[in-house]
């Protein structure tokens, strides 16, 4: 008897399908992954899609959400498996797997680690799409470009990173924002490593041809009265003692501070409500290590307890997310202080007769003094907002000090993933539309130009094979070619130092 199947449907050709022209694969399907593939699903770029994760119940519960919507997609199979072959014939494959920074990690550490990753993943995916082209996303993305480009044995050309794009877009925005107009509207480029080290090319810098730098010679420098510098950075590396190296990002928005009640036999409880502020990642110098993270959403409360012999036990609890963890340095002490500005002021009293007086102003500025270990002493300053100065003073009477300077309608490219993590938790939104902007220039074979990393040696005076982000244009091909730009002494300077600092990661890793 025949099966409504074969009642209802009369085949007519002979032989099977033809395999997808345009099969794209997502590794990792974490918040990034899952926002490149549905950006990558909602534009239409694809007639399969393949994902692939070490977390089957999540691969499986990701895949099943989207084939739930396939009436409202156009993509005609969305599959999913551990097992590599699932992407088998896919034009081009999208890898944003990766592990994470663990508390006091090097850098280099992780870049290791993150190659033994790859090292499982790279030869997997060259086993079943020989013919494909990477685009990496994972971050350290130019070092992790490096590697997929040794571990693959492609050609450079078919080696993507998705590099300054998105630090480009930013950029774009923010600037097209103070000056009123569509972002796109705005022509600006970010080059070189993607991060704190991007090079933003104000030489370029133009509105319907009309170059920045000649209506303001000192457009991007210190000596910029209007400070559009601070659109393009402002996190930068602040060094402590012994050579170690601390890195900080405040963000300060609109805290208010309630309600403390006293000791009762040695007894503290303090209750916090904020709003928009967060600390994020502190890494102290050699010797020892501090790393805090405050994630604040609307609500957070503080209990601090302090029990008898004069100790006082901290515990955050904030939103959604916890503080986790203060380690003090090697016997060393830490005495972090935070002041954000114009709503309230509070005395803490501490246990068992002593006294402890912190006091918390909180406005649109803060100021942060960190006292570091074993006698050193670290004082950075911050001033944010509508103030325009950023002082950092380094250990041990050295002083380092960098200028980022901002006025209170200018945001900062470099901070502003940062400020999202803050509010949300991750970014993904944005690089998954970066990532789906790149697949269209590739599988359409449009031959647009984006900054993305590519193989840079023997490019502005490089000598070292390293990948860094520079005008490519990308078609079926992948990289098709680079725009050779006339960038400053100055620019090429920078775009130097971005690779001398990936060389430096790159020469100590093992295993490719």
């Given amino acids: 008897m025949a099966s409504v199947m074969e009642k209802l449907i009369s085949p007519l050709a002979s032989s099977p399908a033809e395999p997808p022209r345009n099969k794209v694969t997502v590794v990792g399907v974490g918040q990034v992954g899952m926002a490149c593939a549905i950006s990558i699903l909602l534009r239409d770029l694809c007639d399969e899609l393949a994902l692939v994760d070490v977390v089957e119940d999540r691969l499986k519960g990701e895949m099943m959400d989207l084939q739930h919507g396939s009436l409202f997609l156009k993509t005609s199979k969305i599959c999913a498996d551990k097992d590599y072959a699932v992407t088998a014939n896919s034009r081009l494959v999208v890898v944003t797997a990766g592990v994470r920074q663990q508390e006091g990690e090097s850098r280099l550490n992780l870049v290791q680690r993150n190659v ?30 490096y590697v997929t480009w040794k571990l693959s044995g492609l050609p450079k050309h078919r080696v993507i990173g998705s ?22 509207s705005f022509n600006g480029w970010v080059l070189g490593e993607h991060g704190d080290t991007s090079v933003p090319v104000w030489s370029g810098a133009n509105v319907a041809g009309v170059n920045l730098q000649k209506l303001n010679p000192d457009i991007g420098t210190d000596g910029d009265r209007e400070q559009w510098k601070a659109t393009h950075k402002a996190v930068v590396d602040r060094y402590g003692p012994t050579g170690g190296q601390v890195r900080s990002r405040w963000w300060t928005g609109t805290v208010s501070l309630v309600d403390r009640y006293g000791p009762a036999g040695g007894q503290v409880r303090s209750r916090w409500w904020t709003g928009t502020v967060s600390l994020v990642d502190r890494y102290s110098p050699a010797g020892g290590q501090v790393r805090s993270h405050w994630w604040t959403g609307t609500v ?56 402890v007086r912190p006091r918390w102003w909180t406005c649109t ?25 950023v002082d950092r003073y380094g250990p041990a009477g050295s002083r380092q000090v960098q200028f980022h300077r901002w006025t209170g309608t200018a945001l900062l490219v470099v901070d502003s993933a940062y400020e999202v993590i803050k509010l949300k938790g991750y970014t993904n939104w944005a690089i998954g539309l970066s990532v789906a902007d790149l697949t269209e220039s590739i599988v359409k074979n449009m031959s647009r130009v984006h900054p993305v990393s590519t193989m840079v040696k023997n490019m502005y005076g490089i000598s070292e094979e390293v990948f860094l982000s520079l005008p ?41």
């Avoid at 012999?309 to 202080?337: A, E």
């Avoid at 003094?369 to 300053?381: I, K, L, N, T």
Wanted: hydrophobic share 35%.
């Fill in 163 to 184: 590099g300054t794009n998105l630090d480009s877009a930013r950029f774009r925005y923010m600037m097209a924002e103070r000056l009123g107009i569509h972002a796109s």
């Fill in 365 to 389: 500025i803060s100021l942060v003094d960190r006292y570091g270990p074993a006698g050193e002493q670290v004082r950075p300053r911050w001033w944010t907002g509508t103030a325009p100065l």
């Fill in 116 to 145: 033994n990753v790859f090292r499982s993943i790279i030869p997997q995916i060259i086993k079943y799409s020989p013919n494909c082209t990477l685009i990496v996303v994972s971050n350290p993305v130019d070092v992790l470009t």
């Fill in 300 to 355: 957070s409360l503080v209990d601090r307890y302090g029990p008898a012999g004069g100790q006082v036990r901290s515990r955050w609890w904030t939103g959604t997310i916890s503080l986790v963890d203060m380690y003090g340095p090697s016997g060393g002490q830490v005495r972090p202080r935070w002041w954000t500005c114009t709503i309230s002021l509070v005395d803490r009293y501490g246990p068992a007769g002593g006294q």
């Fill in 472 to 512: 490519c244009v990308l078609n079926s091909n992948g990289v098709n070619s680079v725009v050779n730009m006339t960038l400053t002494d100055a620019e090429v300077a920078q775009l130097k130092k971005s690779a001398d600092t990936l060389w430096g990661i790159q020469k100590d890793l093992k295993d490719l």
